[in-house]
T-cell receptor, first 114, second 111 residues
């Protein structure tokens, strides 16, 4: 099925551990982004990419790294996890200018840092 | 960072009633104002969106009302159903750039 696929769905990390949240889309969307969702805070933009090789910071980029080597994949890396990074993470993509539709979100990764 | 102020935080409506959620944005240059619906354990899904050159857009039971001079827009859900119980997010930005989201409204439609 076409869409945005995120893995894993759940993850528990210890403080200081590293991990990569995976995101892949098969809609040939150039634009991809990562959001975190916390209770009462809505969706906050972490990083985004407008195409392979191009990334930029969003509202809350500290503690996260991204890279975009292909159109399909946009992984989010936590180099040294902290309890403040406990959250639900969503990856989203959107079609290019001239095509209809808004953001397509993945189903999320629920991350707990202990 | 441009803010989007969404209210109320939570809303309880009886089945068949009208649900109304409001948002206020800051940047008059924005050209895209979508609403997203999120069910527990799922990602947000686009519900309806409006451009600033129209004052209202209706899709089924869902209507966006847009007031450019007041920098406000709202979502109206007519004949609300228990299946509409979800969290709703407004957003604003440029259609082909990043979006800023409101903090969300939890809607509960009682049977």
């Amino acid at each position: 099925n076409a869409g945005v696929t995120q893995t894993p769905k759940f993850q528990v990390l210890k403080t200081g551990q590293s991990m990569t949240l995976q995101c892949a889309q098969d809609m040939n969307h150039e634009y991809m982004s990562w959001y975190r969702q916390d209770p009462g805070m809505g969706l906050r933009l972490i990083h985004y990419s407008v195409g392979a090789g191009i990334t930029d910071q969003g509202e809350v980029p500290n503690g996260y790294n991204v890279s975009r080597s292909t159109t399909e994949d946009f992984p989010l890396r936590l180099l040294s996890a902290a309890p403040s990074q406990t959250s639900v993470y969503f990856c989203a993509s959107r079609p290019p200018p001239g095509q209809g539709g808004g953001y397509t979100f993945g189903s999320g990764t629920r991350l707990t840092v202990v | 960072q441009q803010q989007v102020k969404q209210s109320p935080q939570s809303l309880i409506v009886q089945k068949g009633g009208i649900s109304i959620i409001n948002c206020a944005y800051e940047n008059t240059a924005f050209d895209y104002f979508p609403w997203y619906q999120q069910f527990p354990g799922k990602g947000p899904a686009l519900l309806i969106a409006i451009r600033p050159d129209v004052s209202e857009k209706k899709e089924g039971r869902f209507t966006i009302s847009f007031n450019k001079s007041a920098k406000q827009f709202s979502l109206h859900i007519m004949d609300s159903q228990p299946g509409d119980s979800a969290t709703y997010f407004c957003a604003s930005g440029w259609r082909y750039s990043t979006l800023t989201f409101g903090k969300g409204t939890m809607l509960l439609v009682s049977p």
